[in-house]
C-alpha cells in the first residue's frame, strides 16, 4: 500500500465548475502538506501550503487538512480552462531524520472545458 | 521560472550506457533533492543532498549516484541503464533541510533509454 493515495482521474468539469480534489496517506508523522500544479512537460509548481490541521484559502483555491481521517483536499472555485494540469499532493514528515523530501501522490488530471 | 536549472532537457541514450545530469540550484538554497516521474511510479524522491552531504535516500538504485558540488550544483549518474529508466528526472532545492521547507522544482530532464 503507497503511503499516499490519490485518484489519478482523468477528472473533466465545464469551466466555471467546483473542483475538488483529494488524497488520503497513511503515515501519522506527516506534518507539512502540500499540492502542486504540473503542466504537461513541466516541473511541478507549489499553490498551496498547510501546516497540520486547518484550512488556508488562497483566491480560488482553498486546502483542507483533516488529520484525524488523514485526509486533505483542495478546492479549486470558478474553474477555468488555465487550470488544466495534473494535481499532485505531497507531504513531508517533522522528525529526527531531518529531512525534507517529500512523498507524493499519484496525481489528478484535470480538464476543464470552455 | 523556479530559479532551479537542469541540463539536459531531452537525453536519448541506449541501453548500458551511462549519463549525467545537471542541477543549479536557486540562489542561497543549501538543500538539492532528485526525483523521478515515471507514468506508473508517479513522482518518487531519490535522494537529498544538504551543503555537500547526502540527507537522505530514497528506493535510489544502486546504479545510480549523485554528488552535490562545493558550488552547490549537483549531477545524477545514471549508470548500466534499462529501458525502466526512462523517465523525467526532477531536481528540486530548498533553502534548508527540514521537513516543511519549500522546495522550488526544475523544469527537468526527460530521458529516454532506448
Known amino acids: 500500500q503507497k503511503e499516499v493515495e490519490q485518484d489519478p482521474g482523468p477528472l473533466s468539469v465545464p469551466e466555471g465548475a467546483i473542483v475538488s480534489l483529494n488524497c488520503t496517506y497513511s503515515?501519522?508523522?506527516?506534518?507539512?502538506f502540500m499540492w502542486y500544479r504540473q503542466y504537461s512537460r513541466k516541473g511541478p509548481e507549489l499553490l498551496m501550503y498547510?501546516?497540520?490541521?486547518g484550512n488556508k484559502e488562497d483566491g480560488r483555491f482553498t486546502a483542507q487538512v483533516d488529520k484525524s481521517s488523514k485526509y486533505i483536499s483542495l478546492f479549486i472555485r470558478d474553474s477555468q480552462p488555465s487550470d488544466s494540469a495534473t494535481y499532485l499532493c505531497a507531504m513531508s514528515a517533522r522528525g529526527s531524520s531531518n529531512t525534507g523530501k517529500l512523498i507524493f501522490g499519484q496525481g489528478t488530471t484535470l480538464q476543464v472545458k470552455p | 521560472d523556479s530559479g532551479v536549472t537542469q541540463t539536459p532537457k531531452h537525453l536519448i541514450t541506449a541501453t548500458g550506457q551511462r549519463v549525467t545530469l545537471r542541477c543549479s540550484p536557486r540562489?542561497?538554497?543549501?538543500?538539492v533533492y532528485w526525483y523521478q516521474q515515471s507514468l506508473d511510479q508517479g513522482l518518487q524522491f531519490l535522494i537529498q543532498?544538504?551543503?555537500?552531504?547526502?540527507?537522505a535516500k530514497g528506493n535510489i538504485l544502486e546504479r545510480f549516484s549523485a554528488q552535490q558540488f562545493p558550488d552547490l550544483h549537483s549531477e545524477l549518474n545514471l549508470s548500466s541503464l534499462e529501458l525502466g529508466d526512462s523517465a523525467l528526472y526532477f531536481c528540486?532545492?530548498?533553502?534548508?533541510?527540514?521537513?516543511?521547507?519549500?522546495?522550488?522544482f526544475g523544469p527537468g530532464t526527460r530521458l529516454l533509454v532506448l
Open positions: 498547510t501546516y497540520s490541521s
Open positions: 503515515n501519522s508523522a506527516f506534518q507539512y
Open positions: 540562489s542561497g538554497d543549501l538543500s
Open positions: 543532498y544538504y551543503n555537500g552531504e547526502e540527507r
Open positions: 528540486a532545492s530548498s533553502v534548508g533541510l527540514a521537513g516543511g521547507e519549500t522546495q522550488y
